[in-house]
């Protein structure tokens, strides 16, 4: 049981190179987010779908793309990297349902330098 | 608007010891509250969720959480503490506010440290 898979687990860019960040989950869960993870901030919210086809801004959607074309699937584009980047990136997932009480499971991140 | 507090960046214990780690919330409504643990190089996962209830949550690894109406916190406590509890810890309350997105606002974390 796989859960949230990222891919890929490291990357490093070049200031003005565009990558995508891929995450599937395997537990047929209709809500899925990117957040990134920066020292002494805590987790901040990207970008988030609450369905196949659906995507919204987060927090901090500057900088970023998203798509969700499959229910499985969750990708993140960085257009054109800047160094602020440069940070810790986790894909979740979650049930639907009464979404109240459903906790969000996360992958093991991405960790992207921008140099 | 809704927020959640984590007063500690650092708690540090001896192993053998009683742990607390100390969550604050502000919500208007009902609070819908969770813990994760975060491990060195690995995503969050999930501890344990107040929804309603009793005040006492019981989670995973030997964790529980009290939830206080009055002093609105949500503290994480572990009678025994373990060498392998050392972690990133991190409190998260249902944003509400915004309706069917099942969004978390999540305080800024708190580092435990339990020494042998």
């Known amino acids: 049981n796989a859960g949230v898979t990222q891919t890929p687990k490291f990357r490093v860019l070049k200031t003005g190179q565009s990558m995508t960040l891929l995450c599937a989950q395997d537990?047929?869960?209709?809500?899925m987010y990117w957040y990134r993870q920066d020292p002494g901030m805590g987790l901040r919210l990207i970008h988030y779908?609450?369905?196949?086809?659906?995507?919204a801004k987060g927090e901090v959607p500057d900088g970023y793309n998203v798509s969700r074309l499959k229910k499985q699937n969750f990708l993140l584009g960085l257009e054109s990297a800047a160094p602020s980047q440069t940070s810790v990136y986790f894909c979740?997932?979650?049930?639907?349902?009464?979404?109240?009480?459903?906790?969000?499971?996360f992958g093991d991140g991405t960790r992207l330098s921008i140099l | 608007a809704q927020s959640v507090a984590q007063p500690e960046d650092q708690v540090n214990v001896a192993e053998g010891n009683p742990l607390t780690v100390k969550c604050t919330y502000s919500?208007?409504?009902?609070?819908?509250l969770f813990w994760y643990v975060q491990y060195p190089n690995r995503g969050l996962q999930f501890l344990l969720k107040?929804?309603?209830?009793?005040?006492l949550v019981k989670g995973s690894y030997g964790f529980e959480a009290e939830f206080n109406k009055s002093q609105t916190s949500f503290h994480l406590k572990k009678p025994s503490a373990l060498v392998s509890d050392s972690a990133l810890y991190f409190c998260?309350?249902?944003?509400?506010?915004?309706?069917?997105?099942?969004?978390?606002?999540f305080g800024q974390g708190t580092t435990l440290q339990v020494k042998p």
């Open positions: 979740a997932s979650m049930a639907g349902g009464f979404i109240g009480n459903q906790p969000q499971h």
């Open positions: 537990m047929n869960h209709e809500y």
């Open positions: 779908s609450v369905g196949e086809g659906t995507t």
């Open positions: 919500v208007s409504g009902n609070p819908y």
């Open positions: 107040y929804i309603t209830g009793d005040n």
């Open positions: 998260a309350v249902r944003d509400l506010g915004s309706s069917n997105t099942g969004k978390l606002i």
